[in-house]
Structure formats: structure tokens, C-alpha cells
């Protein structure tokens, strides 16, 4: 009980302190309103944000779905032929190294203003931490295990099912839980670039305007989405990973 | 009929500062159902010749025949198994899926033997009523019974043991030499058990193997099997104490030709 309470007075204590500052320098609105104005501006404005919340959340799960199958994958081809991995490893390493929102006007380009672009950028922007954490995860087997399956003439389709694969579970949701945040980040950066309807446009376009309640309340609602998205995460782990490593 | 046939086997492994010779000139012979015991200081090699045994580590040179085939072929018909020091269990599979596991694996189904039920298994080695504990619940000599369970599942022609109790305490390791040498008459396997504690080699052992190290190699081979009476010797017996004298005199010449 406890535990949940704790952050909750964490937060309660700071949204205070927000509205105490904004009532006692006395803040105008349209640079930062009061907790109590976004609160209404949650409520006046519900349909608007559900009407931009829907694409980012689509382009967000989508490219999660997208980013972190397409990681597994390749981290699976990339543990059973070493060749491969020291061929394109570093590849993708470089290709890290690019900044989202570099990339991101260049995927726009070939896909366009639709939900494909931002599922796009979303998807490599989950891509990375899945690869780097599934190869690690792979290769996590002690030779020892290795050696078991060994003795037990397994095929490497029984290493990989019966040891590699259960082995990396661990790290399998530590990258779930990166890209759970990451995964909106990147759909609101290219909704920052172009899009027609979204979070990310929301916010672009209540900044110009000094909409500045509409702004906060599009703010705490990306928050909310990858929040969720982190939650579920997290209860899936604590589901499926029972054991515990010695 | 002899189970296990090494003859002249080098092993030798480049390491950064150089080759190093961990076995040569290895020759031994282990007749069918013997509880064979290898035993020498360590860097002696004789967990290396019990992986070579087992097809983990091929040889430079000689020939290894394990029921007249190669080990290959023995590893591939299953009926070798392996205990290691660790219990390497897995730690998300309960007990009695972790005894299961070799019957998964390897078309165990297409070798045509008849598997030992996981469930007797687990009687046998004293942890019945435990079937869906996880490994990490377990002490460390428990989880070592585990894997035994596990390394008889598949009824091997054949049980490798490489210091399976080295890590456990004297009192723990005296109450699974026990268990081991009942496991032993019951089932009439061939153990080769790879150990540095002289009453361990005393107790369990047939016929002991002395090696000595650097470069690892046979030194003398001991049989017991006239000298102990069958089943377990008593440990605060006189025999038990000048066995195991004698062997530390063996391997104090072992250690004296290096």
C-alpha cells in the first residue's frame, strides 16, 4: 500500500508547489497555468485530445509492436551466425547514432504525411535498445548450460527454445520497458515534422497559438499514454518472469 | 567388455602465454559397470579427459572408444550423461521439468530406450513432495540431486561426474557419497567420477585413477574391488583409513614426478 502511496505524495507535492508558484509570482497564462486551469482544460477540450490522442497512440503501439519484433529477429539471426552479426552490427550501430529527429523529415519523405511514416519512426526508435539488449540476452547462457545441451545432442533449435530464448526474458523487458517510453517519443517527433492529426501536432500548434492549457493538458496526456504503455510492461513481467537467477 | 577405451590422447590448449598440455599420452580402461574414480592435483587434466569422454573436447591425437563407437556416436544415442559442478538447473523450470528436460531434447524419443519415470527419480534421490519447487528454493546439495535425477532420466550406459559435490559441505557430500554408491548398485552403470577429496575417491571408487599434472598423465591406476566389502565401506573402519592413506601416498608420488 505504501508503495503506491509514496509516489503519489511525491507528485501531489509538486503539482502544489506548481500552483503555489504560479498564484504567488503571479504567472500570466499564457506563459504557465495553474494545475487547476489544465485540470478544465482536460475537461472542455476531451474531445480534441481524444481525436489527436487515437493516431499517436496508434503510431506509437504500432511501431513498439513493429520496432521490437523486427529487433528480436534479428538479434535471433544475429546469434546463430556470427558472421552476419560482425557484418551488420556495426551497421546498426551507426545507423544509432543518427538523431531521431534527423531521420526522421528523411522517413517522412518516402512514406509521407500518413500514420506509416510516424509507426516508422517510432519503430527504429524502439529498435536499438531491443537488439542490443536481445543479442546480450542470447547471449547470456553460461557454457556450462551450453555444455549440457550438448551432452544431450540438442539441436540449435532446442538451444535456442529451451535455454537461449527463456534466458533472455529479463532482458527482453528491460528494452519493453525503454521502448514502452521511447515508442511515443518517436511518434510525437514526427508528428513534430508533419502530420496531419496527433499529439505531437496538438502540441506544436496550442505552443504557437499560447493555448497554453490546451498544451499542458496534450503534455500530461503523451504522458499518460506511454505511462500506460510502461504499465503494461511491467505487470507482463512480473507475470511471466517467476524465477530468479541464483 | 570395457565401456570407456582412451589410448594415447593429447589434448593441448593455446592459451595467451603459450600451448599448455593438459593431457598426454592418456591410456585407461573402464570396464563396464565400474564406478571408476580420477583423482590428482589440480591442472592434472582429469576433468579434461572426462570432457574428452564425453565428446565436449575433441583430442589432438589418440582414440577414444566408448562401447566400441566413438563418443559421438555414444552422445548422439544418449547414453552418456554429465553432472557438473554447478547443478546448472534451469531457473525457470520447476524441479521435476528440470529432471524432464533431457527427454525434450535431442530426439530422445527416436532412440527407442525407456526413460526412468522424473517422479521416482526424485524419490530416489530423497526429494519427493519438492516436483514443482523452483531451483532457486532448493539448498545447494538439494539442487545437486536434481541434476543426478536429471543425468538419470535417460537410464545412461555411462554417468560422467565432474567434482559434483566439491562445492558442498563435508556433511552434505558424505550423505550423497552414500546416495551415490546406492544409485551405483541399483542401477549398474558405468560412473567415471572426477573428484580432489581423498575420501571421496575411497569411499565411492572401484578402481581409483592417480594422475599427475603438468603435463597432465596417468600415473597409476588402483583397484579396490578385493579390498572394500561390497556396498559401503564404514569410514571409521581401519580399511577405510589405509585406503585412503594408500592413496595419498599414491598421489604424493603423483605430485613428486612433476
Not at chain 1, 526508435?125 to 537488439?131: A, Q, S, Y
Not at chain 1, 517519443?185 to 508533419?194: F, N, P, S, Y
Not at chain 1, 503534455?219 to 507482463?236: C, D, G, K, Q
Not at chain 2, 570407456?4 to 591410456?27: E, H, W
Request: hydrophobic residues 50%.
Amino acid at each position: 500500500m505504501m508503495t503506491i502511496l509514496r509516489p503519489i505524495i511525491g507528485l501531489s507535492s509538486l503539482v502544489l508547489a506548481w500552483a503555489l508558484a504560479v498564484w504567488l509570482f503571479n504567472v500570466p497564462n499564457y506563459i504557465s497555468p495553474g494545475p487547476l486551469g489544465v485540470a478544465k482544460a482536460f475537461g472542455t477540450n476531451f474531445t480534441v485530445l481524444f481525436k489527436n490522442f487515437v493516431p499517436t497512440a496508434q503510431a506509437a503501439i504500432g511501431g513498439f509492436l513493429i520496432g521490437n519484433f523486427a529487433a528480436i529477429c534479428i538479434a535471433t539471426v544475429f546469434v546463430h551466425w556470427n558472421r552476419v552479426r560482425e557484418i551488420y552490427l556495426p551497421v546498426a550501430v551507426f545507423f544509432n547514432t543518427i538523431p531521431i529527429i534527423a531521420l526522421a523529415p528523411v522517413l517522412i519523405l518516402i512514406f509521407g504525411l500518413g500514420i506509416t511514416s510516424k509507426i516508422m519512426v517510432s519503430a527504429i526508435v524502439c529498435f536499438f535498445p531491443m537488439l542490443v539488449n536481445m543479442i546480450r540476452g542470447f547471449q547470456s547462457v553460461s557454457p556450462s548450460e551450453l555444455e549440457l545441451m550438448r551432452v544431450m545432442s540438442a539441436s540449435r533449435r532446442e538451444v535456442f527454445f529451451k535455454l537461449r530464448l527463456p534466458r533472455s526474458v529479463p532482458f527482453l523487458f528491460a528494452a519493453l520497458r525503454i521502448s514502452a517510453t521511447a515508442s511515443v517519443i518517436g511518434a510525437i517527433v514526427a508528428e513534430w515534422i508533419g502530420a496531419e492529426l496527433g499529439l505531437g501536432v496538438l502540441i506544436i500548434q496550442t505552443t504557437f497559438d499560447y493555448r497554453t492549457e490546451l498544451l499542458y493538458a496534450a503534455i500530461a496526456t503523451s504522458s499518460l499514454l506511454a505511462l500506460t504503455m510502461f504499465t503494461i510492461v511491467v505487470a507482463a513481467e512480473t507475470f511471466i518472469v517467476r524465477w530468479r537467477t541464483s | 567388455m570395457s565401456a570407456i577405451r582412451v589410448s594415447g590422447v593429447d589434448v593441448t590448449f593455446t592459451t595467451a602465454s603459450g600451448p599448455i598440455k593438459a593431457l598426454s599420452n592418456i591410456a585407461i580402461d573402464i570396464p563396464r559397470g565400474q564406478f571408476c574414480v580420477l583423482i590428482g592435483p589440480s591442472g592434472c587434466g582429469k576433468s579434461t579427459l572426462l570432457r574428452v569422454i564425453a565428446d565436449l573436447q575433441a583430442p589432438d591425437r589418440g582414440e577414444v572408444q566408448v562401447f566400441g563407437g566413438n563418443p559421438a556416436e555414444a552422445r548422439h544415442a544418449r547414453r552418456i550423461s554429465f553432472v557438473f559442478q554447478e547443478a546448472t538447473l534451469l531457473p525457470w523450470r520447476s524441479v521435476i521439468d528440470n529432471v524432464r528436460l533431457p527427454l525434450e531434447v535431442g530426439k530422445w524419443k527416436s532412440v527407442g530406450r525407456p526413460n526412468r519415470d522424473p517422479g521416482e527419480l526424485l524419490k530416489l534421490v530423497g526429494l519427493s513432495g519438492r516436483e514443482s519447487a523452483q531451483p532457486h528454493q532448493l539448498s545447494g546439495g538439494q539442487r545437486q540431486r536434481v541434476a543426478i535425477a536429471r543425468a538419470l532420466v535417460t537410464r545412461p550406459d555411462v554417468l560422467l561426474m565432474d567434482e559434483p559435490f566439491g562445492a558442498l559441505d563435508e556433511i552434505t557430500r558424505e550423505r550423497l557419497n552414500d546416495e551415490m554408491l546406492k544409485i551405483w548398485l541399483d542401477t549398474g552403470t558405468t560412473i567415471v567420477f572426477v573428484t580432489h577429496s581423498l575420501p571421496e575417491a575411497a569411499f565411492l571408487g572401484q578402481s581409483v585413477a592417480v594422475m599427475a599434472a603438468h603435463p597432465g598423465r596417468m600415473s597409476q591406476t588402483i583397484n579396490l574391488e578385493g579390498e572394500k566389502p561390497a556396498g559401503a565401506i564404514d569410514r571409521s573402519s581401519a580399511k577405510f583409513f589405509e585406503i585412503t592413506s594408500d592413496l595419498r601416498r599414491h598421489l604424493e608420488t603423483a605430485e613428486g614426478m612433476a
